[in-house]
């Protein structure tokens, strides 16, 4: 990959796209994560306004520190940047405290942890729609057209993707370029909405390597017979939520009704 020329390529499209639709800049949750130091990065060298936001919901320490070292390094190089931190860890608990309870509390794991990520979408529209700016997504190639890991209507509930159509490589090697902040490059990768450290490779079951070859042997049209041991159980993992999340990478399906009932 020519890094220059993509990360280039990237930041004019992001600033043309806020131009074309007489938008004013950016707003963006910044995590702790490579995904979005390296998209709030992107969003920073258009020149435009970049809202950065910290939407904390009893996060470890770690990615808090992560995040605000890394704002404070665009604030630094960036006059455009600006940060607000909106601490959702009461709105959360209050959501938690109106809700039903449940027999199993740990049956509502994955659901309390989606909603974590849809409290923070909220958050970005609001500051959005406040100073007439775009949310930008912070999700990669492998993401958000591989196995899907990320929530509906969560940290995807975007108005545009600038590193959709990068590996998850491709986005080292840009923040590599750029110089981020090396804690955020060698931290292991998490979604950050469980309050622990597990990682995204926890979840998965696959690193982000293997999901990348696992991607690229699709593409070649493998199938699972194709492969033997940790690579059959990779490409496994991947087919498997390749195929259960495709209702998030797919249009709204929508019932339409024939002219013959109208």
Request: proline fraction near 3%; glycine fraction near 8%.
């Amino acid at each position: 990959m020519n890094t220059e020329k993509v990360a280039k390529h990237i930041i004019d499209w992001l600033a043309n796209y806020a131009k074309n639709g007489k938008l004013n800049g950016f707003v963006i949750g910044v995590s702790g994560g490579i995904d979005s130091a390296v998209t709030s990065t992107l969003c920073a060298k258009t020149g435009l306004p970049t809202l950065c936001l910290e939407m904390p919901i009893h996060q470890a320490e770690s990615q808090v520190n992560r995040a605000k070292n890394h704002i404070d390094w665009l604030e630094k190089n960036y006059k455009n940047v600006s940060r607000i931190t909106v601490n959702l860890t009461p709105v959360f608990d209050s959501l938690i405290a109106a809700l039903p309870k449940v027999d199993n509390e740990e049956s509502r794991f994955m659901s309390l942890a989606n909603t974590r990520a849809r409290l923070r979408m909220t958050t970005l529209y609001y500051f959005a729609a406040l100073h007439g700016y775009l949310v930008a997504g912070t999700g990669n190639k492998v993401e958000d057209f591989g196995v899907g890991f990320y929530t509906k209507y969560g940290d995807g509930g975007v108005d545009l993707s600038p590193i959709a159509d990068l590996m998850k490589s491709e986005v080292y090697e840009i923040a590599k370029h750029f110089g981020i902040n090396q804690d955020i490059i060698q931290a292991a990768p998490t979604d950050g909405l469980w309050g622990d450290d597990r990682t995204d490779e926890d979840q998965i079951g696959a690193s982000y390597d293997e999901l990348e070859w696992a991607m690229n042997m699709q593409e070649q049209g493998k199938t699972i017979a194709d492969f033997k041991g940790r690579e059959k159980d990779v490409y496994s993992i991947y087919i498997r939520l390749n195929t259960i999340n495709q209702h998030k990478m797919q249009p709204i399906p929508v019932c339409e009704i024939p002219k013959s009932m109208k």
